[in-house]
T-cell receptor, first 110, second 111 residues
Framework: AQKITQTQPGMFVQEKEAVTLDCTYDTSDPSYGLFWYKQPSSGEMIFLIYQGSYDQQNATEGRYSLNFQKARKSANLVISASQLGDSAMYFCAMTGDMRFGAGTRLTVKP | SAVISQKPSRDICQRGTSLTIQCQVDSQVTMMFWYRQQPGQSLTLIATANQGSEATYESGFVIDKFPISRPNLTFSTLTVSNMSPEDSSIYLC????????FGPGTRLLVL
């Protein structure tokens, strides 16, 4: 069975600084994908970024980038130049079982 | 990206009653997914709904409690039956169209 692990229940970052949110996974599937989502207090799930297991380069989407280390089975989300609006819950998820990690609550301090 | 709507957006229900949540997608999709997010928790997959076949339920979820309909490729319903306060959650439907996209959720409070 697949497993997604987010070990940081909460993270704080100063506005305009970069922050890394950790995600490790375990799967026996040779082909898989990893997603990151943002969930603000409104409750909606906002898709941020996707990384395929065979992608040659790390995914980037604006201020979001994914530090994908396949051998370590990690897919950490990097948010650069944090903004107050980035304060939210962040979830890592994997294709296949469609399961989600426990989430990390990010708080951006002014 | 798929645009997904859900009805109702929120409801307050009495224990023992049932609520049906509707999910509408703006494109035809093979699989639709229903998740539950209990307060302060992550998302838990309830079931996968394919058009024309019975939904596939995850461990801990049963059809009698969470019956699902999937009459066509753009619509699905999830019913929360015989509700108890423990069913108070956000219920989200989701589709995969490249990435996985979610509806806005239905906030359910059971008194």
């Amino acid at each position: 069975a697949q497993k997604i692990t987010q070990t940081q229940p909460g993270m704080f970052v100063q506005e305009k600084e970069a922050v890394t949110l950790d995600c490790t996974y375990d799967t026996s599937d040779p082909s898989y994908g990893l997603f990151w989502y943002k969930q603000p207090s409104s409750g909606e799930m906002i898709f941020l970024i996707y990384q395929g297991s065979y992608d040659q380069q790390n995914a980037t989407e604006g201020r979001y980038s994914l530090n994908f280390q396949k051998a370590r089975k990690s897919a950490n989300l990097v948010i650069s130049a944090s903004q107050l609006g980035d304060s939210a819950m962040y979830f890592c998820a994997m294709t296949g079982d469609m399961r989600f990690g426990a989430g990390t609550r990010l708080t951006v301090k002014p | 990206s798929a645009v997904i709507s859900q009805k109702p957006s929120r409801d307050i229900c009495q224990r023992g009653t049932s609520l049906t949540i509707q999910c509408q997608v703006d494109s035809q999709v093979t699989m639709m997914f229903w998740y539950r997010q209990q307060p302060g928790q992550s998302l838990t997959l309830i079931a996968t709904a394919n058009q024309g076949s019975e939904a596939t339920y995850e461990s801990g979820f049963v059809i009698d409690k969470f019956p699902i309909s999937r009459p066509n490729l753009t619509f699905s319903t999830l019913t929360v039956s015989n509700m108890s306060p423990e069913d108070s959650s956000i219920y989200l439907c989701s589709v995969v169209e490249g990435a996985q996209y979610f509806g806005p959720g239905t906030r359910l409070l059971v008194l």
